[in-house]
């Protein structure tokens, strides 16, 4: 060490505690420089121990298990790898008998019978697939407004009823012959009341009341025909509800 330091105050021109100094540093310089290389080839060598010691464990499990299942009904191995090994296969077989014994659900069918678009509830309306309380109670808050269905084209008037759901209650519903829907007498009714059926509109409502306290009370579905306001489509359909009486 002492030589070492010499020549380093010789050669380099130093002084002895600067040279003490390099003596420390220059292998600590050295270690440093090649601790990479050893750290990779250290993990390196320790990656292959792994994997050698994994396969060593995969192999002795692999008999291990192989040897429970060939030896365990001659009772060469120990008994606690056997009541191991035995209640696993137990509580499998257990497990695959309640799956097998479980009870099949039926599913039931609802047959619906036709009913009356007229005279039907909610309770008989929401048997058709697509209804619910809402749309059950907005048909038959409809059919009360108009006074009752006289043709089932008028289902697609009824908002929010698909074009499916309304196939639906077509299909399963009829409309009595014989039905008459309630009618308002159109000579005794004011203005109010006849703008709350959905056919008639205020306006509309108005120029019928104007055109009877000018002309007289209606006798007959033609005199509407003089209101300009009203075209034929709308009288056409306010005609089953509406009748002539004397005021």
């Not at 009877?212 to 005199?223: I, Y």
Request: charged share 25%; glycine share 4%; no cysteine.
């Amino acid at each position: 060490m002492n030589r070492i330091n010499h020549w380093l105050r010789s050669q380099l021109g130093i002084s002895k505690t600067e040279a003490n100094g390099m003596v420390i540093l220059i292998p600590l310089l050295f270690l440093f420089i090649i601790s990479p290389y050893w750290y990779r080839n250290y993990k390196a060598q320790n990656a292959e121990l792994q994997i050698e010691d994994q396969l060593v464990l995969d192999s002795l499990v692999a008999v291990w298990r192989k040897s429970i299942i060939i030896d365990s009904s001659s009772g060469d191995i120990e008994p606690y790898a056997v009541h191991r090994y035995s209640k696993f296969k137990n509580k499998r077989f257990e497990s695959t008998e309640r799956v097998d014994k479980r009870p099949k659900q039926k599913v039931y069918k609802t047959k619906i019978e036709i009913f009356d678009l007229n005279t039907a509830d909610t309770i008989k309306l929401r048997q058709i697939r697509g209804i619910g309380s809402v749309l059950s109670k907005r048909i038959i808050k409809y059919r009360d407004l108009l006074g009752g269905f006289t043709n089932k084209d008028q289902l697609k008037e009824v908002y929010g009823l698909k074009d499916s759901v309304i196939f639906a209650l077509d299909s399963m519903s009829t409309l009595s012959a014989t039905f008459t829907p309630a009618q308002i007498d159109i000579n005794k009714i004011d203005e109010w009341g006849l703008s709350k059926h959905p056919y008639i509109s205020r306006t509309l409502a108005k120029a019928i009341i104007n055109y009877r306290f000018q002309h007289g009370p209606f006798n007959q579905v033609a005199d509407l025909q003089n209101i300009h306001q009203l075209d034929s489509l709308k009288l056409r359909q306010i005609t089953p509800y509406i009748k002539f009486q004397e005021p």
